[in-house]
């Protein structure tokens, strides 16, 4: 996989050598220069501390004011302006504003300061020099300060530019922290609703046996010949805990209800007798879909029977989404070792991302939420979910659901 220049460059201005090799480099340069072009001693020690300063200014970001100071002591003590000094004043002004060692505003009005101050001095040796210098009230003398000016617009770019990039950071910074709290947060609502979802399903699934035994119980006593007065006593008793019970559930579920599932929870929960109607719901809005069902068909408790239909219709949902027009397959086993075995696959294209949790719910009671749901519901029976792409393209969802504690 090829690397883009940008960020291999990126990558080299981040590494921890990086301020080591460049200021190190300009310190050589900087040498070269000053045996080519020999300078007085201020600007010999100007130079050279201007350019090896910049290899601490990542690990001590102010040292930069010693850079750019030094660079214009340099420049300050002789008329002949150094390569050396231009690149590390100008790499000083950057870390400047980049760490934002002062205030942009006090860096570039000290930074302009110290340029009236160098162009002060190389005026005062312009005369010594015998050079036509006009004194400050004739024409023409605005022109003396144009060092300084220019000096002044390269700090002030030099340090904006430096905090422009500090600004770009920070912001890009606390993007991604907002988006990661976001989805953390999205998460975390997408499996309460999922449990919420769960509890509520579960709650049709135990009231209807509850019901059944209050019924039972209650019937009983007028179908039964011989009962005995304790019998009798009894069987009132039990239909009395079942009612009770059914009371509990009902409060339980007024926690748990919302408008928006609340005809849901009248309906009768699916079963894996439901299958073959899920697939030919994929068929009709434009999926192909094939169900295999291997094994002898067993009557699992409703929990299990409700969590497989459930994954299989999250794993269709999703198939849908992220690979329109896929052919997903449906396998179903009964083992013999009393684990149920769903595995739900498509031949799409290999995913670049499928959310880990995703947000798209299924139409329909119980809608899921993606990846979060299905494992939320395998969890829910003892089982066990693994979701990702395959060698050769396509997704798999693979569910193992033990039924033998059930």
């Given amino acids: 996989m090829s690397t883009s220049p940008q960020r291999l460059l990126r990558d080299l201005m981040t590494a921890p050598v ?5 200021g190190g480099a300009l310190t050589v340069g900087a040498v070269a220069e000053l045996v080519a072009i020999p300078g007085s001693v201020t600007t010999t020690v100007g130079v050279l501390v201007s350019s090896a300063s910049l290899m601490w200014r990542r690990a001590f970001p102010p040292i930069a004011v010693l850079t750019v100071s030094a660079g214009l002591l340099g420049f300050a003590g002789d008329v002949n302006l150094y390569l050396s000094i231009v690149a590390s004043g100008l790499i000083g002004c950057y870390s400047l504003g980049r760490n934002r060692v002062l205030h942009p505003a006090v860096t570039v009005a000290g930074g302009a300061l110290g340029a ?17 210098v006009p004194a400050l009230w004739e024409k023409g003398s605005l022109s003396l300060f144009a060092e300084s000016f220019l000096l002044s617009v390269v700090v002030f770019g030099a340090v904006m530019m430096g905090d422009a990039v500090r600004s770009r950071e920070e912001t890009r910074n606390e993007r991604s922290l907002s988006q990661a709290k976001l989805i953390a ?14 509890a509520r399903e579960l709650h049709d699934i135990v009231s209807h046996s509850v019901s059944m035994i209050a019924v039972q119980a209650e019937s009983a006593t ?22 009770s019970s059914m009371a509990e559930l009902r409060r339980l579920l007024g926690v748990l209800r919302t408008s928006e599932g609340d ?9 894996l007798d439901h299958l073959p109607e899920l697939v030919e719901q994929h068929r009709a809005v434009g999926g192909a879909a094939e169900l295999r069902i291997t094994g002898e068909r067993v009557p699992l408790p409703a929990a299990w029977e409700l969590s497989a239909y459930r994954i299989a219709q999250e794993a269709l949902t999703n198939a849908r989404k992220h690979a329109p027009g896929a052919r ?79």
Avoid: K
């Avoid at 309460?192 to 979802?197: F, G, Q, V």
């Fill in 116 to 132: 009236l101050c160098v162009n002060l001095v190389h005026i005062n040796t312009w005369s010594r020099m015998e050079l036509p």
């Fill in 222 to 243: 007028y179908t039964t010949p011989g009962l005995t007065p304790e019998a009798h006593d009894g069987f009132q008793q039990i239909a009395a805990t079942a009612r």
């Fill in 18 to 22: 990086y301020p080591w090799v460049t």
């Fill in 328 to 406: 997903t397959v449906v396998e179903v086993d009964y083992g013999a070792d009393r684990l149920l075995r769903l595995r739900v696959r498509d031949d799409g294209p290999a995913p670049g991302s499928r959310p880990e949790a995703g947000s798209g719910a299924v139409s329909g009671p119980g809608a899921g939420h993606g990846l979060t749901g299905m494992r939320e519901r395998a969890a829910l029976v003892g089982g066990r979910l693994s979701a990702g792409a395959v060698p050769g393209g396509g997704f798999l969802v693979e569910a193992e659901l033990p039924w033998g504690g059930g």
């Fill in 263 to 271: 005809r849901a929870l009248t309906a009768p929960q699916p079963t």
């Fill in 185 to 198: 947060m999205e998460r975390q609502q997408a499996a309460e609703a999922e449990r919420a979802a769960i």
